[in-house]
């Protein structure tokens, strides 16, 4: 059995890491530089991020390779560091890991569209995550999740590009925010359809994150559960943004995202962790509430 699935027989419900994003630009990283390109110029602070994440408890991390697909990297000259930049990225985790926690290689979106829509092609597409995804795979991780898709056709490019390239398993989760009283992403893609396609398409997980908060993602994860069997991965934001002076914030505090965890279990997630605005905080308070609720 893979490790993965025996932590989860164990545990039953597992706790993922919380923002990457958030935590390296509130350790002094300035747009438009790139969080990715800090696996080269400053590991320590990422190796922080990821330490703080593990001490916190979580029973997976990810890597700080979000933009790191050549697609995006090139919009600002670093796709020729694909390699370095994901090998890095996956190093990094792994030495903040050691046997404590689970390292899961993260492929976020290109920022392109696939034809007609755009003018990247799905072979461009798939080719460019397989450069990341060995890259990953080389860096030592024991999982993908290809996160905050809005297309199927991308989120499919990326798996397809993951599992002609590695044997690695992966999580497919995508962004959908509240449409009316439905919910569906950016591109319509309605919850429960992508349950059953991703399953269709070989993800060993599915799930949601960003965009929104447990209230939301509770009602996204009780329309996935029906449509698939596999275990459901929910990464829900700090509450929903809000724009203060310029700024975003998330206003969701520790107690308030952690007094929502039995429901968002109840409504089918297997691994739950935060997004946008959460912090290592946010992660251990999840880890007790998980841990309570386990007694
Ligand atoms: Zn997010």
């Not at 050549?70 to 694909?82: N, Y």
């Not at 994860?221 to 700090?238: E, F, Q, S, V």
């Not at 409504?267 to 308070?285: D, E, L, R």
Request: proline share 5%; with cysteine; net charge neutral.
């Amino acid at each position: 059995m893979t490790l993965w699935k025996s932590r989860i027989e164990k545990k039953k419900v597992l706790i993922l890491d919380g923002a990457w994003g958030t935590e390296l630009f509130n350790r002094d990283l300035k747009p438009p530089q790139v969080p990715d390109a800090w696996n080269i110029e400053r590991p320590e602070e990422v190796l922080a991020v990821a330490l703080s994440y593990v001490n916190a408890g979580a029973d997976i991390i990810l890597t700080n390779t979000f933009g790191g697909s050549p697609l995006k990297l090139a919009k600002s000259g670093l796709e020729r560091k694909t390699a370095e930049i994901n090998r890095l990225g996956a190093e990094i985790s792994k030495k903040a890991a050691r046997d404590r926690a689970l390292v899961f290689g993260s492929i976020g979106p290109t920022g392109e569209f696939v034809a007609p829509l755009g003018k990247a092609t799905e072979v461009e597409m798939v080719k460019g995550f397989a450069e990341q995804a060995k890259a990953l795979a080389a860096g030592g991780v024991d999982g993908i999740v290809i996160e905050t898709m809005m297309d199927l056709t991308e989120a499919k490019a990326a798996l397809r590009a993951v599992r002609e390239n590695t044997s690695l398993p992966a999580a497919v989760t995508m962004t959908f925010n509240k449409a009316g009283h439905s919910y569906a992403t950016l591109m319509g893609v309605r919850p429960e359809q992508a349950a059953t396609e991703l399953e269709r398409a070989g993800a060993n997980m599915v799930g949601a994150n960003c965009g929104a908060g447990m209230d939301i993602l509770i009602e996204v994860a009780r329309l996935m559960r029906p449509a698939t069997g596999l275990p459901i991965w929910c990464k829900p934001n700090a509450g929903l943004p809000e724009l203060v002076d310029g700024n975003t914030v998330y206003r969701e505090t520790p107690e308030q995202m952690s007094s929502k965890l039995a429901a968002l279990v109840e409504a089918g997630a297997t691994m739950v962790g935060g997004c946008c605005g959460s912090t290592p905080t946010h992660i251990h308070a999840l880890v007790l509430e998980r841990d309570k609720l386990a007694a």
